[in-house]
């Protein structure tokens, strides 16, 4: 495991370069040249001191030795050119492994800066290794800050969701592993890791905690090795497969070289990693791979891509080929699972057609639609992973479709840890579905069709009768376990569903959107006629005006443009408006959102323009407007496009071919009469919720007084939280702990290392934690309060921790009138004149606050309680009476 000392002087390397290298790319090749030339140098000591001579540093490259660098009698300069001369001439040098000269294959000091070169130097010389392991730890932890690469449009996979896909193929020692696009080597060293794990003596599978499993770690955190595992099954012979067996490609050097640096520091000695343009050379077009897993650049390069003609799908698309290869490479029993952008999903492109019809029809067994959030922050692309077995695909008709919307962190910015983790429960599901799927209801028919469904229900039923099983390979069994993977799907149906390959060929598209499929089985269960859009609606494509046609002056039409528009139910107040009339929605239209995220629906509130990102639908007299929008509304998860390869959109003949259960008239209205009733709830108990604010009126007759006779200041920590990350450590709250209401809420808060020699504030029941710079005006000043009695809690610098005297404030009535004074603007007299707006302590000292007896502070306190316990009661109504509409909707549907 990393231990935060190592982790911290990996942090100073950077923050030293950053000044002269400002790209982490370059601040990583820097430090991996200088973390492998400290290593060799830490290799040769430990050898003289066994005995033994110098290896690396011999002979003529004697002079290049770590401590020569530090010689008392150079100067900086000379520091410099002998260290820039080291690394490069490494690459000449005989004494050193081939694999050792590649890593210092063309490395030179870009900068010329003695000063910061003496610096870093001095940092990497606090690096002891005592075994490479613990350099392939550090090096990980390296390589975690390098999200993007480049221009390819390649993003560096997360680690809980490599290790996820390792386990989903579940590669063994026998087996070859090949990343057609590798990167640094992440599912190399997975795979590597995976078998060795599996072939260990201290492998405990009932007690380990895998990283897609691990709660309250950060993703920087789950990029730490963990457990070391002993492989002590494996025979010495095995071993020198298992590391043959395991290669990669990848088209740029510097990633072949942080590929081969990142594979040796984690055992494997011999690491085969190739520069190699997997979609343009046909060199190594005929070998094959058991286990393929990647994730591919999702973009082309400008110009487009100039492939040769072996791929079965001809394309110059790179997320095309990439899948076309990995599908072709596998061997008679191969397995993979491929990160893949969304185009690949759902585009109506030729090439994507005959991609999916291909995969479908030989490769594919599995989709997993990931949330849109995992390789944030990075980017937000929605992904997904195809899963390949060239063996199970031959023994099921069904395509198994998984909808992951959570895997085990927040998905803004921070990446978050939040409990619900849907990921172990998926790996369970894969895990029985593919034991289960090659006896499913094709084998029944197809190799055993002789006895009729009927006669083989009953024949299992007869087993069962006299307390027997079925014969292993007997009709019965099949059908036996047929219905078991019938109940596995209903078990785990809000994660999954099967689908007959049949049904996705229909159309001719072979789409890959789980959800468009399980829409369809809706119209299964109802019990009324179910019509395309286009019968009942007019759908009207929004196009967006001339840039120099909007205003702000209310001078022709409102303009509205998405989603971000929509309110809860109708669509805001404009924002702008424009002169140019394109597209007109009227009131009472209803507006879909047609580009990411497609689906969400709103009323038009009056005439209006639509942008681009709308589509208004405009009931005819065969369905009821309200009805409708509710009907919609319903399926706005389950709607998907087929459009951008960047991001989801959906067309006006797509919208039009959504399919809808249509009661009769006189039924909607009814239906629309008991849902309006319950709307009417809804919009009372949400004008409550809304608008209702804590309020105490201010007495002429107290005494006003400054609030530092009344109140202790308490500091928060200074440290920048995710550089000091320690799970066993003391928990931070952070602004992000505070809700807009001034709640103070445990979820995602994480743990820190304190700092040594700083005087450490802990927090006490009844202390106060107030915003004072947060980066909005509007949020400065948010108060809560702490009234936590368990654990020890710290706070962070952006916080001001605020301690009432017993005898002047009860806690929770000072609560109350910070949180007011913010509400009713009162702050901004204080606040610095910028764009964020700040709040020190100085100008919290001299605010006025009214000095009221404790009776009546408690008795104003018990007052607002009440107001406040009637507020939630509202806010459970909304959420009783939403969940009406709802079933109520549902019913049409037959649910």
């Not at 050379?281 to 072996?310: C, T, V, Y």
Request: proline share 5%; charged share 30%; hydrophobic share 35%.
């Amino acid at each position: 495991m990393l231990d935060t000392t190592t982790k911290k002087r990996i942090d100073d390397c950077r923050d030293i370069l950053v000044g002269k290298l400002p790209d982490p790319k370059a601040q990583i090749e820097q430090i991996t040249i200088a973390l492998i030339y400290k290593f060799m140098d830490d290799m040769d000591k430990e050898t003289i001191e066994l005995g033994g001579k110098a290896k690396f540093f011999s002979g003529k490259y004697a002079k290049y030795a770590w401590d020569k660098l530090f010689d008392s009698k150079l100067q900086s300069h000379d520091m410099l050119k002998l260290y820039a001369d080291a690394i490069e001439s490494m690459e000449l040098n005989p004494n050193i492994p081939q694999l050792f000269r590649d890593i210092f294959k063309n490395a030179y000091l870009p900068y010329r800066d003695p000063e910061t070169l003496k610096m870093f130097l001095k940092t990497i010389s606090g690096f002891e290794y005592s075994h490479s392991e613990k350099l392939g730890d550090a090096f990980e932890y390296l390589l975690s800050v390098m999200g993007s690469q480049g221009d390819a449009g390649q993003f560096r996979t997360p680690r809980h969701i490599i290790d996820f896909m390792v386990e989903i193929v579940k590669p063994q020692k026998h087996e070859t592993v090949l990343d057609p696009a590798c990167g640094t080597s992440g599912f190399l060293i997975a795979s590597y890791k995976h078998v060795i794990k599996n072939n260990s003596s201290n492998y405990k599978p009932e007690q380990e905690t895998k990283t897609f499993e691990t709660k309250n770690k950060s993703v920087e955190e789950l990029t730490l090795n963990g457990t070391r595992y002993k492989g002590d099954k494996l025979t010495p012979d095995d071993r020198k497969k298992l590391g043959n067996n395991i290669k990669g490609y990848d088209i740029s050097p510097d990633m072949v070289r942080m590929s081969l640096v990142n594979m040796y520091l984690h055992g494997i000695q011999d690491p085969h990693i190739d520069e190699y343009d997997t979609l343009t050379s046909e060199e190594r077009w005929n070998e094959q791979a058991d286990i393929i897993l990647a994730n591919p650049p999702f973009m082309s390069p400008k110009g487009g891509i100039r492939p040769h003609k072996r791929f079965s799908v001809q394309s110059n698309r790179s997320e095309v080929l990439f899948v076309n290869y990995i599908a072709e490479h596998l061997s008679v029993k191969g397995r993979a699972a491929v990160i893949v952008p969304e185009g690949i999903i759902f585009q109506s492109g030729k090439a994507y057609k005959e991609l999916r019809k291909m995969l479908v029809e030989n490769y594919l067994w599995g989709v997993i639609s990931l949330p849109a959030g995992v390789f944030n922050p990075y980017s937000g692309v929605k992904t997904s992973i195809l899963l390949m077995d060239k063996e199970l695909v031959k023994k099921t008709d069904k395509l198994l479709f998984v909808k992951v919307e959570n895997d085990g962190f927040a998905l803004g910015a921070q990446r978050k840890p939040i409990g619900g983790s849907q990921l172990p429960e998926t790996i369970q599901l894969l895990e029985q579905y593919t034991q289960l799927a090659s006896h499913s209801e094709r084998g029944i028919h197809s190799e055993r069709g002789i006895h009729s469904e009927r006669s083989i229900h009953s024949e299992l039923a007869s087993h069962y009768e006299q307390g027997s099983h079925p014969e292993p390979g007997s009709h019965s069994e099949l059908v036996s376990e047929s219905l078991i993977l019938t109940q596995l799907l209903e078990k785990h149906q809000s994660l999954a569903h099967a689908v007959d390959k049949e049904k996705i060929a229909e159309s001719g598209e072979y789409n890959l959107s789980g959800e468009r499929y399980r829409v369809s089985d809706f119209f299964e269960k109802s019990n009324f006629p179910i019509v395309e859009l286009s019968e009942i609606a007019e759908v009207i494509s929004g196009q967006s005006p001339k840039g120099e046609f909007y205003n702000t002056e209310k001078k022709g039409l409102p303009f509205y443009q998405g989603k971000t528009e929509f309110t809860d139910r109708y669509i805001g107040p404009p924002v702008k408006w424009t002169t140019q009339i394109t597209k007109e929605a009227d009131k009472g239209d209803i507006l879909m959102s047609v580009r990411a995220p497609v689906g969400p629906v709103n009323f038009a509130t009056d005439h209006c323009c639509i942008g681009r990102g709308l589509a208004a639908i405009r009931a005819n007299s065969k369905v009821d407007k309200i009805f409708l929008f509710h009907i919609l509304k319903s399926l706005e998860k389950d709607i998907v496009g087929g459009g951008g390869s960047v991001f989801d959109s959906i067309s006006r003949k797509q919208i039009e071919q959504i399919k809808i259960p249509l009661p009769p008239l006189e039924v909607q209205k009814e239906i629309v009469a008991e849902i309006e009733s319950y709307q009417k709830i809804i919009d009372g108990a949400r004008m409550v919720v809304e608008n209702y604010k804590p309020q105490i009126k201010i007495d002429p007759e107290w005494e006003m007084v400054k609030l530092e006779n009344s109140i202790d200041f308490v500091s928060g920590l200074t440290l920048s939280i995710s550089k000091n990350i320690d799970p066993n450590g003391v928990p931070i709250i952070s602004m992000n702990s505070i809700k807009e209401s001034g709640e103070l809420v445990k979820e995602g808060i994480r743990k820190i290392k304190l700092p040594e020699k700083k005087t450490i504030h802990f927090l006490k029941k009844g202390d106060l934690l107030f915003n004072w710079r947060n980066g909005s005006q509007h949020l400065v000043g948010k108060t809560a309060i702490f009234d936590w009695e368990e654990d020890t809690y710290v706070f962070a610098s952006f916080l001001l921790g605020i301690r009432p005297h017993d005898d002047k404030y009860r806690p929770k009535f000072l609560w109350y009138l910070l949180n007011q004074y913010r509400l009713d603007g009162l702050y901004k007299q204080f606040m610095r004149q910028n764009i964020n707006g700040l709040f020190n302590r100085e100008e919290l000292k001299i605010l006025k606050m009214p000095l009221v007896p404790l009776e009546t502070q408690d008795d104003i306190i018990k007052s607002l309680d009440r107001q406040g316990e009637l507020v939630n009661a509202n806010k459970q109504l909304i959420e009783i009476f939403e969940q009406k509409i709802k079933d109520k909707i549902n019913e049409v549907w037959g649910e």
